[in-house]
């Protein structure tokens, strides 16, 4: 059996007898929706992450659009991200209407280029969407001063980025709001669907509540048009036993990082990089080389799983092709898609594996 580029089977036996528990209390109290486990969650993140308020939604996806439409953002209206990133951040944008607008991205880090945005800013502009893209923060203080000589919004989309740090302080508690995936190969991954918003502005958590459940605060008595977006009881009962271990997975994840670093830093690869005031958490390890075909076919032949994220930059999808972007527009994103390539990076990966791992990398030549 080959090296998984994620071993979500071996993260469970790990917790199996709590993971098993706490799915059959669920079953046993055949509450299943809008219920105390979900509840015990958002009071559980809002803690972990420093903030007021964390709102539990259906996805990551609708985490985005429902703060976007929270935010009264919709046609006519622009939003900055990057073109480097999860089809998601951007197509939340469009969805409510507005114009997505992007800006290239730093070559270390492969976040957003902050010497770039405010040249993106025009009387159209209303939010910015930064993306910690592989658990590695923006300084969002420094979007936050920005936007504020803007009137701008912030929303952190910290979907790969829960737990990972900027000068101290938590993804998702830097911005006007912050919003997660729990997508099971997240670092705080359910068996299935789910996302949360985190806020410290108190009307905006009161208007995502209203919003996630058709509109309404009262059952049957509906003030907006909303949506259908709430976290099962199931999956929060397992993200709650999750949620526990999650720094300790992370440090994991960092040890592998620091490892694979020792073990690949004499080849002529791009390793990640960082910013020395971020404390990430490497949701992935993403190298980058100009002979990244090779290298996938040595890696594969091997039984080592690996992947591209990305293929392809958002402003170069087909889907946005009527917004006018053309190739070159964004060069350091779209070579970071020629180049880049995950490799397993998770607490279970074995220092054996990773010296296999790094002994077939060494040997393309």
Not at 20 to 38: C, H, K, Y
Not at 181 to 200: E, H, Q
Request: glycine residues 8%; negative net charge.
């Amino acid at each position: 059996m080959g090296i998984p580029l994620l071993d979500l089977k071996a993260q469970y036996l790990t917790i199996k007898p709590e993971i098993d528990q706490a799915v059959l209390s669920v079953l046993d109290s055949a509450r299943f929706i809008l219920g105390p486990e979900m509840k015990a969650l958002e009071q559980e993140i809002a803690a972990y992450c420093g903030v007021r308020d964390a709102v539990a939604v259906a996805n990551g996806t609708d985490a985005l659009v429902l703060v976007l439409k929270a935010m009264g953002i919709g046609p006519g209206d622009e939003v900055i991200t990057s073109p480097f990133t999860f089809f998601a951040s951007a197509e939340t944008i469009a969805q409510v209407g507005a114009t997505p607008v992007f800006v290239d991205i730093d070559p270390m880090t492969l976040n957003m280029d902050l010497n770039q945005l405010e040249d993106k800013i025009t009387s159209k502009t209303k939010a910015i969407i930064p993306v910690h893209i592989f658990g590695q923060m923006v300084d969002v203080e420094r979007v936050m001063e920005i936007a504020a000589r803007y009137d701008l919004k912030v929303i952190e989309d910290a979907a790969q980025a829960i737990g990972a740090e900027y000068r101290g302080r938590r993804a998702g508690s830097l911005g006007h709001a912050g919003t997660f995936s729990f997508f099971p190969t997240k670092n705080l991954g359910g068996y299935g669907d789910g996302g949360m918003i985190v806020t410290d502005d108190n009307y905006l958590a009161s208007e995502l509540r209203m919003l996630r459940f058709h509109g309404c605060q009262t059952k049957y008595y509906h003030e907006k048009i909303g949506y259908n977006s709430r976290l099962d009881e199931i999956q929060a009962a397992i993200l709650r036993v999750k949620l526990k271990y999650l720094d300790q997975w992370n440090e994991g994840r960092r040890q592998k990082a620091e490892n694979y670093d020792q073990l690949l830093q004499a080849l002529s690869l791009t390793l990640p990089g960082r910013d020395p005031l971020a404390k990430p958490i490497y949701h992935l390890y993403v190298l980058r080389t100009d002979r990244r075909q090779e290298l996938m076919d040595k890696l594969t032949a091997a039984g080592i799983a690996n992947a591209i994220y990305y293929p392809v930059p958002l402003h170069l999808q087909r889907a946005f092709r009527y917004l006018g972007y053309k190739e070159g527009d964004f060069p350091v994103a779209e070579k970071a898609c020629r180049e880049a390539l995950a490799i397993p990076c998770y607490p279970e990966l074995t220092p054996e594996q990773q010296e296999t791992i790094a002994s077939v990398i060494k040997n393309v030549r």
